[in-house]
């Protein structure tokens, strides 16, 4: 049956992906004929979404039980994983709700280490060891904050999220030679365990940011994230690289 958006006979690692948009995605490749190699840091949830991929395209789903922050989890994943026809970056963590003035190191550097930086070596690391197959597709989530939303205590989150954004840009360029395309997905907000109301955030406080920034009266679903991604990893997206694909909503519109 024709199908351009199949990911059958591909091999696509997803990061983070014990939960959330990560999670969501693992099991969105799998449904699309992907074999899933899912990293997290979390064993008992990660081998939880594992053992329920889609297998119906005789696919050996993996896990591999990993902190990207630490010192050899990444060596860890590129060691771990064959080679790669398509790569879902998603490890993402939300850090408080803190004006710039009260932003405190250990903060910020936090949301550098799990936002940025784990991205960056993971990519350079993956493309130096030669772990993407030719005509690879690599896929960064990274979010509308801080890239076409900007609000009062966000910084930390926003900026590290937009780093991404930029870095794959030059990722798009350098790992031309090879003709892996490479693009980012940037969310709104998304339902996830990570977005839930808090004490920071109220359900009040969503309702109005709902009715003033988007144009859909609604935050999105993890689902409308990852069929984004599937898209962007399957050949249906084949002459698409360098892009940042705005999922959310319509808030860039409003901002």
């Known amino acids: 049956m024709y199908n351009p958006f199949s990911l059958q006979g591909k091999t696509v690692l997803v990061t983070g992906a014990s939960s959330g948009i ?4 693992a099991e969105e490749c799998a449904k699309m004929g992907a074999t899933v190699y899912a990293t997290a840091r979390n064993e008992q949830r990660l081998r939880d979404v594992v053992e ?6 005789g696919q050996q789903h993996q896990m591999i039980l ?5 010192n050899g989890g990444i060596a860890k994943v590129v060691d771990g994983v064959p080679a790669l ?6 490890a993402g963590i939300v850090v408080g709700l803190v004006p710039i003035k009260f932003l405190k190191d250990d903060v910020i550097q936090h949301a550098f280490e799990t936002n940025t930086l784990s991205h960056i070596k993971l990519a350079r690391d993956l493309f130096k060891k030669k772990k993407l197959n030719r005509g690879a ?5 990274s979010s509308a904050g801080g890239v076409v939303s900007f609000h009062v205590g966000i910084s930390a989150y926003g900026v590290s999220k937009a780093a991404v954004n930029a870095f794959s840009k030059f990722c798009a360029v350098d790992f031309a030679t ?4 490479v693009n980012t997905v940037c969310p709104g907000m998304i339902n996830t365990p990570m977005t839930a109301p808090t004490g920071e955030f109220s359900v009040a406080d969503y309702e109005k940011d709902i009715n003033k ?3 859909l009266g609604r935050y999105g679903e993890p689902v409308e994230v990852a069929r984004t991604i599937v898209f962007l990893l399957s050949d249906a997206s084949s002459f698409i690289t360098g892009q940042s694909i705005m ?3 319509g808030i860039s519109l409003l901002h």
Do not use: M, P, Q, W
């Not at 090879?178 to 395309?181: E, L, P, Q």
């Open 66 to 70: 990993a902190d990207l922050t630490a």
């Open 52 to 57: 329920r991929l889609d297998t119906s395209f």
């Open 178 to 181: 090879r003709k892996i395309r």
């Open 85 to 90: 026809d398509g790569v879902a970056s998603n």
């Open 247 to 249: 999922v959310d909503g």
């Open 137 to 141: 597709s690599y896929v960064f989530t």
């Open 22 to 25: 990560g999670r969501t995605t």
């Open 213 to 215: 920034h988007y144009l």
